[in-house]
């Protein structure tokens, strides 16, 4: 199989990335025309996500406090259709695809798959 039929091919790493400790006010500078930004710890390990609408909230108020935790992940390694078939039997419109280790390589959204 080829590795632009794996997830890790289709996922957009350009994703913004906050740590836990930042203010939603550096979520909301941040986040763009993004649905989410991942929240990370030390080297890019995925800690949560904070949706677009909670960065909305009060600009002082930390991520840690909104962080939606443990978000649905995959790995690189799994077949575009394999994930697209597991994404619409979950209705995920999202998932973010991770190293073994935890490590953040991108978001892959359901629309990205096709079919």
Same mark, same amino acid.
């Given at each position: 199989?080829?590795?632009?039929?794996?997830?890790?091919?289709?996922?957009?790493?350009?994703?913004?990335?906050?740590?836990?400790?930042?203010? +939603?006010?550096?979520?909301?500078?941040?986040?763009?025309?993004?649905?989410?930004?991942?929240?990370? #710890?030390?080297?890019?390990?995925?800690? #949560?996500?904070?949706?677009?609408?909670?960065? *909305?909230?009060?600009?002082?108020?930390?991520?840690?406090?909104?962080?939606?935790?443990?978000? *649905?992940?995959?790995?690189?390694?799994?077949?575009?259709?394999? +994930?697209?078939?597991?994404?619409?039997?979950?209705?995920?419109?999202?998932? +973010?695809?991770?190293?073994?280790?935890?490590?953040?390589? #991108?978001?892959?959204?359901?629309?990205? +798959?096709?079919?």
């Amino acid at each position: 199989m080829r590795d632009d039929d794996r997830a890790g091919a289709a996922a957009h790493g350009d994703v913004p990335r906050v740590g836990a400790d930042a203010s +939603l006010a550096d979520v909301a500078r941040g986040i763009g025309e993004w649905e989410l930004a991942v929240v990370v #710890g030390d080297e890019d390990v995925v800690v #949560g996500v904070v949706r677009a609408e909670a960065a *909305s909230g009060p600009g002082g108020t930390q991520v840690a406090a909104v962080m939606e935790t443990a978000p *649905s992940t995959v790995r690189p390694s799994i077949t575009k259709g394999e +994930l697209a078939r597991n994404m619409d039997h979950d209705s995920e419109p999202y998932v +973010l695809v991770t190293t073994l280790g935890g490590h953040l390589i #991108g978001i892959i959204r359901r629309d990205d +798959l096709g079919g």
